[in-house]
T-cell receptor, first 113, second 112 residues
Framework: DQQVKQNSPSLSVQEGRISILNCDYT??????FLWYKKYPAEGPTFLIS???IKDKNEDGRFTVFLNKSAKHLSLHIVPSQPGDSAVYFC????????????WGAGTKLIIKP | ETGVTQTPRHLVMGMTNKKSLKCEQH?????MYWYKQSAKKPLELMFV???????ENNSVPSRFSPECPNSSHLFLHLHTLQPEDSALYLC???????????FGQGTRLTVV
């Protein structure tokens, strides 16, 4: 049973528009969430994180929103650029976990010119 | 020079071969990780080392054997692998356990 789910395998967005990537989790003990971006043939690159004491964290064009009651987080990219085309992974961990980041399966984002 | 370097980038090996994957980090981090990424599956954590001591082993088959000789280097020794072990093997490091991890570019392993 996957504890972190990214239900959209792919998403296509027009350049300049907002990209919204979603992630749901089932473990209420998770208190730290991260987004990673991955290009083909490369390792994932850390993008942005949020702890459960916050509901929003912003870094440039990237904003992560956390809705604890819904066990849902989302990554907003605005405006979307062609270089944003990649696979985006959501990951979560619990403070008292056994050192594991639990990963979603990823969403492939395609930015159309 | 990138922060986390993995060699080789690509590896093809037979089921009877013995090979090793190497990972080196230049970030002064205390924790290092091996992950496996198979097609269309979430990243699977294989091994975790903190200050050169293994702290996690996620029921990985014994044909995968990690080694951490110092805080900057991590190896994954492979022997008698199966074709289903073909995957992208990623090394990562982080300052402390469970903080943001920095990944290497991975080794694309094909077992024939």
């Amino acid at each position: 049973d996957q504890q972190v789910k990214q239900n959209s395998p792919s998403l296509s967005v027009q350049e300049g528009r907002i990209s919204i990537l979603n992630c749901d989790y089932t473990n209420s003990m998770f208190d730290y969430f991260l987004w990673y971006k991955k290009y083909p043939a490369e390792g994932p690159t850390f993008l942005i994180s949020i702890s459960s004491i916050k509901d929003k964290n912003e870094d440039g064009r990237f904003t992560v929103f956390l809705n604890k009651s819904a066990k849902h987080l989302s990554l907003h990219i605005v405006p979307s650029q062609p270089g944003d085309s990649a696979v985006y992974f959501c990951a979560a961990s619990a403070f008292n976990s056994n050192y594991q980041l639990i990963w979603g399966a990823g969403t492939k984002l395609i930015i159309k010119p | 020079e990138t922060g986390v370097t993995q060699t080789p980038r690509h590896l093809v090996m037979g089921m009877t071969n013995k090979k090793s994957l190497k990972c080196e980090q230049h970030l002064g981090h205390n924790a290092m990780y091996w992950y496996k990424q198979s097609a269309k599956k979430p990243l699977e954590l294989m091994f975790v080392y903190s200050l050169e001591e293994r702290v996690e082993n996620n029921s990985v088959p014994s044909r995968f054997s990690p080694e951490c000789p110092n805080s900057s280097h991590l190896f994954l020794h492979l022997h008698t692998l199966q074709p289903e072990d073909s995957a992208l093997y990623l090394c990562a490091s982080s300052q402390e356990l469970n903080t943001e991890a920095f990944f290497g570019q991975g080794t694309r392993l094909t077992v024939v």
